[in-house]
């Protein structure tokens, strides 16, 4: 079971930038996919963002070109760097090692527990307006 650690939510204005981290154990981590999800209060934990080992990239059509996932191998953890941020990117952020995987054109919202294994505790972004 992979173990996931997220770090460096936080609070900021709108408009502000944010870089959150998730730290991964084991030995599999350049071969898996990762992916970002959050959670707004009184709503369903939606997917954000994912990275595929061979680096591809989706990003769900409400952070399109705000935000920029990526990946260190070498240090099993992948990143997602927030900008242009709005108070609608208020939440829980989650890592997770078992993404849903979509093409990068496609246009849909896709929602999950964001809980249990291959999950990791969350670290919360609240952007002020």
């Known amino acids: 079971e992979v173990q996931l650690v997220e770090s460096g939510g936080g609070s900021v204005q709108a408009g502000g930038s944010l870089r959150i981290s998730c730290l991964a154990s084991?030995?599999?981590?350049?071969?898996?996919?990762m992916g970002w999800y959050r959670q707004a209060p009184g709503k369903e934990c939606e997917l954000v963002s994912t990275?595929?080992?061979?680096?591809?990239?989706y990003y769900a059509a409400s952070v399109k070109g705000r935000f920029s996932i990526s990946r260190d191998d070498a240090k099993n953890t992948v990143y997602l760097q927030m900008n242009s941020l709005k108070p609608e990117d208020t939440g829980v952020y989650y890592c997770?090692?078992?993404?849903?995987?979509?093409?990068?054109?496609?246009?849909?919202?896709?929602?999950?527990?964001?809980?249990?294994?291959?999950w990791g505790q969350g670290t919360q972004v609240t952007v002020s307006s």
């Open positions: 990275i595929g080992s061979d680096d591809s990239e």
């Open positions: 997770t090692s078992k993404p849903a995987r979509l093409p990068s054109h496609i246009v849909v919202r896709i929602t999950a527990k964001c809980s249990g294994p291959d």
């Open positions: 084991g030995s599999t981590f350049a071969s898996s996919a």
